[in-house]
């Protein structure tokens, strides 16, 4: 055999044999039992309330209605859709409910019309 015939089979055994090629890759992490807990916020839910407001004259009264369409937990996060009407009129927001494993706390997200 001549020398690059040798070093073509030397090349394709190092190839063939290297570590790097039989590397596995990882399946995708799975949730936690504290994501699972975020399943008690799906659904359909209805808020209201009065009170008082601190930023203008006591005897204005805030009437608070609303509704949140939360829907399935998908992965890490339950993303939840609301609308409803405020001292500001009325709003449409999106909101993504989370776990942080690193800070080992609970996250909240909104986003809405008002910013």
């Known amino acids: 055999m001549n020398r690059t015939t040798v070093m073509l089979a030397v090349c394709m055994m190092f190839f063939l044999l290297h570590p790097s090629r039989h590397r596995r890759l990882r399946a995708p992490p799975k949730p936690g039992p504290e994501v699972k807990d975020l399943d008690y916020n799906v659904g359909t839910w209805k808020s209201g309330g009065r009170g008082q407001a601190i930023?203008?004259?006591?005897?204005?009264?805030?009437?608070?209605?609303?509704?949140?369409?939360?829907?399935?937990?998908?992965?890490?996060?339950?993303?939840?859709?609301?609308?409803?009407?405020?001292?500001?009129?009325?709003?449409?927001?999106?909101?993504?409910?989370?776990?942080?494993?690193?800070?080992?706390?609970?996250?909240?997200?909104?986003?809405?019309?008002?910013?």
């Not at 009264?61 to 409803?84: D, L, P």
Request: net charge positive; proline share 5%.
């Open 55 to 115: 930023w203008t004259d006591a005897r204005w009264q805030v009437h608070i209605h609303g509704k949140s369409a939360n829907g399935t937990r998908a992965g890490f996060f339950v993303t939840c859709h609301s609308e409803g009407t405020g001292p500001m009129g009325p709003g449409k927001g999106v909101s993504f409910l989370g776990y942080d494993p690193n800070e080992k706390v609970y996250t909240y997200h909104e986003f809405t019309k008002h910013g």
